[in-house]
């Protein structure tokens, strides 16, 4: 994973719980580098996985809750470090192009990347269905940064997902 993802949840941690709790969370994750990361890095997804397990056991929120809350956070920041990737100015039209625009560039400024992908199979005005695929499975993550990104574009949405094996069903509509 790309090291922003964990300097940003840090900072994320120390706004919202406050940097004594972010100092336990990461002496409890036991990791590789005593939590010293860099934005262009990149390290093993398995260290973000502890840091989450450790998060969750100290602020008592589930998993799952912590990645929305994280992956709304995120959005802000990755339009912020990375504008000229966004070139939509509608919520459905945006989210489309995360697959085949977005990621694509962001491949190709970080071929190592670790990327999901999203298999549009329907789209009209006011609704969007795409398979979510990963083997991350950091499908509430996705929830967040979709919620991130209809509160920057100012678009309510509706995000319905349903786990089906390897992939999950997410239906987007405008509400
Ligand atoms: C609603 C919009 C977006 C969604 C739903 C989304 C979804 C995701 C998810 C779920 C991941 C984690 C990897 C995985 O699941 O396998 C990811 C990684 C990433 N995304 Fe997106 N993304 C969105 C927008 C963006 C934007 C706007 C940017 C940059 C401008 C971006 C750049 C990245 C980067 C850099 C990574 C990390 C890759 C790595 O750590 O190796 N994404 N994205």
Known sequence: MKGMLFTELFELIKKKFGENLLDDVIDDSKLANDGAYTAIG??????????????????????????????EYLFDKLIKILPQFNTSTDILDFIEKVETHIHVEVRKLYPTAELPSFDIIYKDDSTLEFFYVSSRKLHYLAKGLLLGASKYFNEPISIDMNEDNERVLFKIKRI
Do not use: A
């Open 42 to 71: 990149s390290y093993e997804f398995d260290e973000l996985v502890r840091i989450l397990v450790s998060l969750s056991k100290h602020t008592n929120i589930q998993i799952p809750d912590l990645l929305e809350l994280y992956g």
